[in-house]
């Protein structure tokens, strides 16, 4: 099984510019990551962040949570659903949301 992290880049400022990287990672890795469970918001209400190099549109509410999460001197992995769950694959959908105790158990940390 593989999943998608995001690695938030550190900032100095909470009001830089949200930097992002994203990767796949096989869960037979175990490497180090946080799994983020946050309330969803309204799809209309977005902000952007700076995903590989490119704007990417998310939610206002995702937006808030990675910008009070993101550090000022390291990088943090994190799983987000939103962000790595295609919601319009109706199998992909069905096969990660069955696995999501198995990203939660591995978490290092779940961020609520």
């Known amino acids: 099984m593989e999943i998608r992290l995001l690695d938030l880049m550190p900032a100095e400022s909470p009001m830089d510019e949200i930097v992002c990287n994203h990767r796949i990672m096989q869960m037979t890795e175990k ?5 983020l469970s946050y309330t969803w918001g309204d799809s209309p209400d977005q902000r952007t962040i700076l995903l590989n190099g490119q704007l990417f549109a998310i939610t206002t509410n995702l ?5 009070y999460l993101r550090s000022d001197s ?5 799983w987000v659903d939103a962000l ?3 919601q319009n ?3 992909e959908k069905s ?3 069955s696995q999501m105790h ?4 591995h978490a290092n940390n ?3």
């Open 31 to 35: 490497s180090p990551y946080e799994a």
């Open 63 to 67: 937006w808030t949570a990675i910008r």
């Open 74 to 78: 390291h990088v943090r992995t994190l």
């Open 84 to 86: 790595f769950i295609n």
């Open 89 to 91: 694959n109706i199998i």
């Open 95 to 97: 096969y990660m949301v």
């Open 102 to 105: 198995v990203i939660y158990h």
């Open 110 to 112: 779940v961020i609520v």
